[in-house]
């Protein structure tokens, strides 16, 4: 498995900026994704990346607001978000799939952080 450790959560104003970090260790992955998860609700898809190539996958929630990037000599995945709103507010969690094909499903992610809250006051 990899290991993944989040940072960079924290409480911001709407309309604010934060960027999340995730940095990766152990076994290889082809794709990195950050997740979140709401008080009551499922956790859902946010964005994606290839280490290789770095295509990016967006959910469209988040499309214009959030960028994700990654720095395969330190790697780490980032996370930027821009124009946050109150509904952002989740735990944001780091996950890496080993395979090169497959979905954006939560089963499909091998590996999984620990979890890093973010909390946009309105």
């Known amino acids: 498995q990899v290991q993944l450790v989040e940072s960079g959560g924290g409480l911001v104003q709407a309309g604010g900026s934060l960027r999340l970090s995730c940095v990766a260790s152990?076994?290889?992955?082809?794709?990195m994704g950050w997740f979140r998860q709401a008080p009551g609700k499922l956790r859902e898809f946010v964005a994606a990346?290839?280490?290789?190539?770095?295509?990016?996958y967006y959910a469209d929630s988040v499309k214009g607001r959030f960028t994700i990037s990654r720095d395969n000599y330190k790697n780490t995945v980032y996370l930027q978000m821009n124009s946050l709103k109150p509904e952002d507010t989740a735990v944001y969690y780091c996950a890496a799939r080993a395979s090169d094909s497959g979905s954006f499903a939560i089963a499909d992610f091998n590996s999984w952080g620990q979890g890093t809250q973010v909390t946009v006051s309105s």
């Open positions: 990346i290839r280490w290789i190539g770095g295509r990016t």
């Open positions: 152990g076994r290889t992955s082809s794709v």
